[in-house]
């Protein structure tokens, strides 16, 4: 419970450790509040699941998270997570505000030169019926190439905790995401997963030409932070500022990332 003068937390949740690239962002904006970041490790990756049981997990899981916790705002750092279920848990939690993460199709439609966008996003991400919906409502002047990665997320976490990867493992994921038509060729991928950012500079590096690597992480931030009111004279509670991991207590590695991210490991 908080006191007269403290605020109530930001909720952060993810299927794993990617959402800490919105938790960067938030922090810079919100300096005021606590976080509190839920790594559902447990259900990792959330692209194996069928939708009608990971939408239940995620339901039944937020119902113990607000009862718990009581945040001020929940932020959803999962592309696969809130397309899917977004619509669900507002009408389950009406007296919640939910923050979501969706692909960037919007702002790579206006930004593209070439006409030629790509999504890289968890194959969860491609099929839903929510991204074709944005691609028709905001891209349809543009050819979109949806490239659902199987392997990436997980490639992704292993990268965050330090662990090498092969170029070539981590060519193969991305190599769909550059076409070329008559003498146009890609010239921005939207990252619709929050785990991908941290890859960035990889990503960079094994591109066959230069595009840009649409993140999404700020504008979420943003957003969070326009439904989040700024409270006169309060103090950011001492108490928060920490991550819970469903799987229970996470590994050394994934612990002292967590204190970088200032952070500790519930």
Request: glycine share 6%; charged share 25%.
């Amino acid at each position: 419970m908080t006191g007269t003068n403290e605020l109530k937390p930001v909720l952060m949740f993810d299927s794993g450790i990617g959402g800490l690239t919105v938790l960067r962002e938030a922090r810079v904006l919100m300096p005021e509040r606590g976080f509190i970041y839920v790594a559902d490790d447990a259900g990792f990756p959330y692209g194996d699941w069928e939708e009608a049981a990971l939408r239940d997990r995620i339901i039944t899981l937020f119902a113990d998270l607000l009862d718990r916790y009581d945040p001020e705002v929940c932020v959803i750092s999962c592309n696969t997570a809130f397309t899917l279920v977004g619509a669900d848990l507002r009408a389950a939690f009406p007296d919640m505000t939910f923050v979501g993460t969706v692909p960037a199709i919007k702002p790579a439609a206006e930004r593209t030169r070439s006409g030629l966008v790509s999504v890289l996003a968890t194959p969860g991400t491609v099929k839903r019926a929510y991204t074709r919906d944005l691609i028709q409502s905001f891209a349809s002047q543009c050819h979109v190439q949806l490239v659902g990665s199987p392997n990436l997320a997980r490639m992704a976490e292993a990268y965050i905790r330090g662990e090498p990867l092969p170029d070539e493992a981590v060519l193969a994921e991305i190599a769909p995401c550059f076409t070329e038509q008559d003498d146009r060729k890609t010239d921005i991928v939207v990252l619709a997963c929050t785990h991908y950012p941290f890859m960035a500079n990889v990503f960079r590096r094994l591109a066959p030409w230069p595009v840009d690597w649409l993140d999404p992480a700020e504008a979420i931030a943003r957003q969070a932070r326009r439904k989040v009111p700024m409270v006169d004279g309060a103090r950011h509670p001492e108490e928060y500022d920490f991550a819970v991991f469903t799987s229970g207590t996470p590994d050394f590695a994934t612990a002292r990332l967590m204190q970088g991210f200032g952070l500790r490991a519930s």
